[in-house]
C-alpha cells in the first residue's frame, strides 16, 4: 500500500448518512457505543462542537472510514480529559466499511492522524482510550509508538 492510498479530508454534510450507517455496525457500535451521541456532535460540529476536527478517510479515493481529533482542554467536564496538561490532543479512527478491515490500514490511519495533529496543532502529547477488550485498536496505537499510561487509563503519544 501506498500513502498516497490513504487520504483524510475534512467531513461534509453528504458525508453523514454513510458516517451513520458505519457507526450502526456491529463492529463499531461494540466500541464507539451509542450513535447518537457521535451524530449530535457531528450534526453540530459548526456550533457546539467546533473543536472537534472530523474527517473522512479514504483508501483509494473510496470513503470507507472517519476520524477525529481536539483540544482536551476544550472537551469540558463530561468527558473527563479536561484535567491533562495543557497541549493534549484526543483521537478517535474507525474503519466503517468492513471490507478494509486486518488489512493494516488501521495502522496507517493512526500514523496519518497523528502525523496531522502533529503538523496542525504542534501539541505536547496526544491520547486515546481504547475500551479494554479492544485488542486491534491497542496493537495499532502500540504499533505507532503510543505508550499505555497505567495510572490514567490512556495511551498517550509523547511528541
Ligand atoms: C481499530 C481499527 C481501526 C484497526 O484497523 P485494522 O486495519 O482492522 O487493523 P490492522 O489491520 O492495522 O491490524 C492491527 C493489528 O491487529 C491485528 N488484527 C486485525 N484484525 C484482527 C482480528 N479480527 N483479530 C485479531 N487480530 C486482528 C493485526 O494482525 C495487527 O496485529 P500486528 O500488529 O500484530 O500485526 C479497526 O479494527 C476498526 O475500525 N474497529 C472498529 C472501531 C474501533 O474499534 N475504533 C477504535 C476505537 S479506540
Redesign the pocket.
Known sequence: MGREDLKLRKMNNQDIPLVKIWLN?E??R???GDPREWLNEIYNRESQYDWINHYIIEYEDKPM?FCQYYDCSKTGEGYGWDNESEGTFGI?????DEE???????????NKLTQMVIENEKPAQII????EG??????????NNYIWDDLKGLYKFIV
Open positions: 455496525k463492529h463499531v461494540k466500541w464507539f472510514g478517535d479512527y474507525l474503519i466503517g478494509f478491515l486486518g488489512k493494516g490500514i488501521g495502522k496507517q490511519i493512526v486515546a482510550d481504547p475500551l479492544n485488542s486491534v485498536s491497542r496493537k495499532v496505537l502500540e504499533y
